[in-house]
C-alpha cells in the first residue's frame, strides 16, 4: 500500500495567500486545485511555485495541448486518479 499526502484542509489554512491561490487553482486557470492544496501544505512553497506555473502556463509560452498533456503524465508518474 502507497501513502498519500492529502491537500489541506480548508479549515487548515491560515495564510491568506494559500486560501486565494487555491480559490483561483479551482476557479481560475488551473481549474483543479488537488495538487496545490498538496503543495499549499507548505505555504512559502506555494506562494513561490505558482508565480513560476504563472509564468509559463498563463503567459502562453507552453500551448494548451502541451500543458494538459503535462497535466495527464505527472498524474500517471504520481498514480494519481487525474
Known amino acids: 500500500m502507497t501513502s498519500r499526502v492529502s491537500?489541506?484542509?480548508e479549515e487548515q489554512i491560515t495564510?491568506?495567500?494559500?486560501?486565494?491561490r487555491l480559490q483561483q487553482a479551482r476557479e481560475g486557470w488551473w481549474l483543479d486545485a488537488?495538487?496545490?492544496?498538496?503543495?499549499g501544505r507548505v505555504p512559502s512553497l506555494l506562494n513561490t511555485i505558482v508565480p513560476v506555473f504563472e509564468s509559463f502556463f498563463i503567459a502562453g509560452r507552453i500551448e494548451p495541448h502541451i500543458f494538459e498533456m503535462m497535466r495527464l503524465k505527472t498524474g500517471q508518474i504520481?498514480?494519481?486518479?487525474?
Open 7 to 9: 491537500p489541506v484542509a
Open 34 to 39: 488537488q495538487m496545490f492544496g498538496v503543495i
Open 78 to 82: 504520481n498514480d494519481c486518479a487525474y
Open 15 to 20: 495564510d491568506q495567500g494559500v486560501r486565494e
